[in-house]
């Protein structure tokens, strides 16, 4: 069953045909091309998106480095707090060009 908050997400990119629902990194998601770009994890927004940017996004929104649980944060992964939802459906779109290659 797919959380409101992914069901938002999705809505976010209704206009994108590539995009689906599928299972990565232990998460059910959204993925282009078959690669994941978005999915929620303890109520908050995890994405792949250009290291750079990740960078700004930590500034700005309070954002942080995606870590498995491995101790080492994931170079092109953030976490985007719930705090900042408002900000999830342009950043979720920002994702999906940036996996999909239109960026």
Do not use: H, Y
Request: glycine letters at 10%; a neutral charge.
């Amino acid at each position: 069953m797919l959380s409101p908050e992914l069901v938002r997400l999705m809505s976010a990119v209704a206009d994108r045909s590539d995009v689906t629902v599928g299972r990565a990194l232990a998460n059910l998601g959204l993925m282009t091309g078959g690669k994941l770009f978005a999915f929620i994890k303890d109520g908050n927004l995890v994405l792949k998106l250009p290291a750079a940017r990740i960078d700004a996004l930590i500034d700005g929104l309070g954002a942080t480095r995606f870590e498995r649980g491995q101790g080492t944060p994931m170079r092109e992964w953030i976490v985007v707090p719930a705090a900042a939802s408002e900000d999830w459906p342009a950043l979720t779109r920002e994702a999906c060009d940036f996996v999909a290659g239109r960026t």
